[in-house]
């Protein structure tokens, strides 16, 4: 009752943006004709809209993970996010609820992201053996419940397993847009000590940084992440947007700035691409979008090899931290 409440005041606060956004890619329409953004398919314009969302928050907090060695984290809480879609489908089919799975996959993920850190803090093992552990537990957990009750959640669990454009709703783009500002705005409020820790955690410990929660936050807003992109790529390619754009871009870019704008370019132009593949083609976006990043990684590091030769002795910065 409480997740519902909550989703239905997130609606309530979004819906003018989504109200805003159809107006606008319907006067795209009237201008150019493209048969992509037809007022008469408007669930892709939500689909869009999810897709740019996620084109942003992926590369943005992907920049971070990989740069920490820790770009494996997606697919175990993509795995414990398949978890939290089957408490959700579970909990709808058994006590007649109707919230949606994508809440419930967010408190699943946060609560898994939280529990990845605190098994490395308490065992002092390395953050691979927790998010497998995790990973495991998540897709364990999500297996087990369907099995339970079959006839009801296999029907609609392959959306979540490999995504679906025509599925993304009203009330799922504005959780979406609901992930995206308190994603956005928590790294804009956090981005020095996040970048502290993650080049030099040591002495980010030492100058006073309270280290461990930032860590937490980083995997909670992972998990934010995971959740928000599941509409379009699916549990099982989810992890791909968080590191192939960031991968590409660390060929081309000379600092952790540069990477992340070029990241989220190139994410939003696989995005973009991916969909009007995938439209006009009838086939699955998850797996056209992460084929099309996948190009432009190729080319992004053929472009790094040619740029290398042109200019042997360029060096890479490391960002500055500015003083607050």
Known sequence: MTLAFAAGG???AFLPILEVWYWLLALLY???????INPEYTFMYRAILVGLCVGVIAPLIGTFLVHRQLA???????????????VGLFLNAVLELSVSPYLTAVVVAVIAALLIELISEATDAYNDVSMAIVLSTGFALGTVLISLNAGGLAVGINQYLFG????????????MLGLFSVI??????????????????????????????????????TALVVVGAMQIMGVILVAAMLVVPVAGATQVSRSFSESLLVSIVLAELAVLLGIGISYYAGATAGGVIVL???GIYVLSVFAGKVRQTGAPDETRELDTISQD
């Open 10 to 12: 997130v609606y309530e």
């Open 72 to 86: 494996l984290i997606g697919d175990a809480l993509a795995h414990t996010a398949f978890a939290g879609v089957a």
């Open 292 to 294: 099309v990043a996948v």
């Open 30 to 36: 009237q201008l150019t004709g493209l048969d992509l």
């Open 184 to 221: 956005v705005g928590t790294v804009a409020l956090t981005r020095n000590q996040l970048l502290y820790v993650t080049f030099d955690e040591t002495a980010a410990a030492v100058a006073g940084l309270p280290v461990a929660w930032y860590n937490r936050i980083m995997v909670m807003l």
């Open 164 to 175: 679906n454009l025509s599925t993304v709703s009203a009330e799922n783009a504005v959780i």
